[in-house]
């Protein structure tokens, strides 16, 4: 899905940087990560959204805080 219609990105494209190395923790560090800079900004919460799911998806595949939870 283009997340990004100025930049053409992607929801893919968006996981892809945040997984990267350099780990992006700001949407300005995601369009530079992607080569791109924001141009009408329009995209900045979803990509922002997308951000924060893969976040915490990586957070909680860790099972760093979750194995401490009671069952
Ligand atoms: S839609 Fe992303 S900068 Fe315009």
């Known amino acids: 899905m ?6 053409v990105l992607t929801d893919h494209d968006v ?6 190395e350099s780990r992006p923790r ?5 369009y530079g ?3 791109c800079s924001a141009q009408c900004g ?5 990509i922002r959204k997308i951000m ?6 990586s957070a909680s ?6 194995g401490h939870a009671e069952s």
């Open 15 to 20: 996981r892809t940087a945040v997984a990267a």
């Open 52 to 57: 924060d799911e893969a976040l915490d998806a």
């Open 61 to 66: 595949a860790c099972g760093g805080c979750a």
């Open 2 to 7: 283009i997340v990004c219609s100025c930049n």
């Open 33 to 35: 990560c992607l080569g």
């Open 26 to 30: 700001s949407t300005g560090q995601v």
């Open 42 to 46: 329009r995209c900045a919460r979803t």
